[in-house]
Every structure is written in C-alpha cells, then in structure tokens.
C-alpha cells in the first residue's frame, strides 16, 4: 500500500542545472498535482493534471514542466534550476469526485 | 494573494488543555474546507474537513466550526496530547480540483 511515492527525497543543484522530481502513484487517482512549500507561504500549487494527457497551470508554475503520459506517473521537471526553487515539494492525488487530497513525502531541493 | 490565511504562525498549549487554531477566507466561491496535520519530513496527512452546507463536523478530539458569514473556520482540538505537536494546515476547495492552503500554524503541546 504504497500511496504516493516520491523520489528523491534531497537533492542539491547548482544553479542551471536539470532535474525532474518524479511522483508515481497506486490507487489509480485520475488527479495529481504538484505543491511548494515556503515558509510562511504555506502550501502553492504548481502544476495540476485532472487525468492522463491533460495538464494545466497552478499559482505557481514559471519554471517548472510536468506531463502526464500515464495515470500513475506525474513528472515536475525544472529546465534551468534557479535559488528561488529552493523549496521543498509535495506531489498529491485525489480520485474523481473526491476533495481530499493524498501526499507524498515531499521531495527537499536546495539550488546553490 | 493567498485567499486562506492562518494568522498564528504558531500556538504553545499545555497538555490536556483546548487548542483553537484559526483560519480566514476571501473566496466566497470556496465550499469545502479541510484541515491537514503535518510532522517533520512528512508530508501532510488529512485531519477533517466540512463542507459549506454544515457549520460544526466532529471527529473524536477534533472539531471544525464553519461561519460563512464571517468566511471564517476554526479547528479545536480537545484534549491536546504531545502527539498533536505538528503544523495544521488549512485549505478550501470551490469546487474545481485545486486547493488552496493557508500558511500554517505551528502546535506545540506543553507536558
């Protein structure tokens, strides 16, 4: 009963650099996004995908890319890290219908 | 502009005391609230939620109470145990599939 797996759980980058933080899930939830957290900003949401092969934007998404090519899986991608993407990330899913939301275990990134 | 805010950044009680923890909205369009518990390294758990239809939902120790009127909601715990030391998020939903959270309170529960 795995839930929502994140992987990785830290990770440094320099700044430029690439790197995709992956979510995959198991309970076949047609909807995941994608959550920063920031202290004393709470949880923002980045990107948000309601099923397979469609993704949209959240309140924060300049900077990251996602994609949804099967139900389980929802990639964040960051094309050119900057420090600002020092944060820690939080991908979750819901089923249809459903208004609670299921979290990973968060995803701590650092952007030296 | 955050649409849910908690305006305590956080919140000392003593053990086996009432800890009220507090949450504003702007949305008037938002109809379902949730508060979500999160520890350290973790990622947050749900705790409960209410919809705008009802202004109280219990749940053993914890309750919400809803004021539309107000856009106003608030979480009690009773009684606050050590294990409820963790940060409580609020969030609200209108409907559409994203949520919206507030900043978060900090708990912690006094021996």
């Known amino acids: 009963n795995a839930g929502v797996t994140q992987t990785p759980k830290f990770q440094v980058l320099k700044t430029g650099q690439s790197m995709t933080l992956q979510c995959a899930q198991d309970m076949n939830h047609e909807y995941m996004s994608w959550y920063r957290q920031d202290p004393g900003m709470g949880l923002r949401l980045i990107h948000y995908?309601?099923?397979?092969?469609?993704?949209d934007q959240g309140e924060v998404p300049n900077g990251y890319n996602v994609s949804r090519s099967t139900t389980e899986d929802f990639p964040l991608r960051l094309l050119s890290a900057a420090p600002s993407q020092t944060s820690v990330y939080f991908c979750a899913s819901r089923g249809a219908g459903a208004n609670v939301l299921t979290f990973g275990a968060g995803s701590r990134l650092t952007v030296l | 502009d955050q649409q849910v805010k908690q305006n305590s950044p956080s919140l000392s009680v003593q053990e086996g005391r009432i800890s009220i923890l507090n949450c504003d909205y702007t949305?008037?369009?938002?109809?379902?609230f949730l508060w979500y518990k999160k520890y350290p390294a973790e990622g947050p758990t749900f705790l409960i939620s209410i919809s705008s239809i009802k202004d109280k939902n219990e749940d053993g120790r914890f309750t919400v109470f809803l004021n539309k009127s107000a856009k106003h909601l608030s979480l009690h715990i009773v009684p606050s145990q050590p294990g409820d030391s963790a940060v409580y998020f609020c969030?609200?939903?209108?409907?559409?599939?994203?949520?919206?959270f507030g900043a978060g309170t900090t708990v912690t529960v006094r021996a």
């Open positions: 949305n008037s369009m938002f109809d379902y």
């Open positions: 995908s309601v099923g397979a092969g469609i993704t």
């Open positions: 969030a609200a939903s209108g409907g559409d599939y994203k949520l919206s």
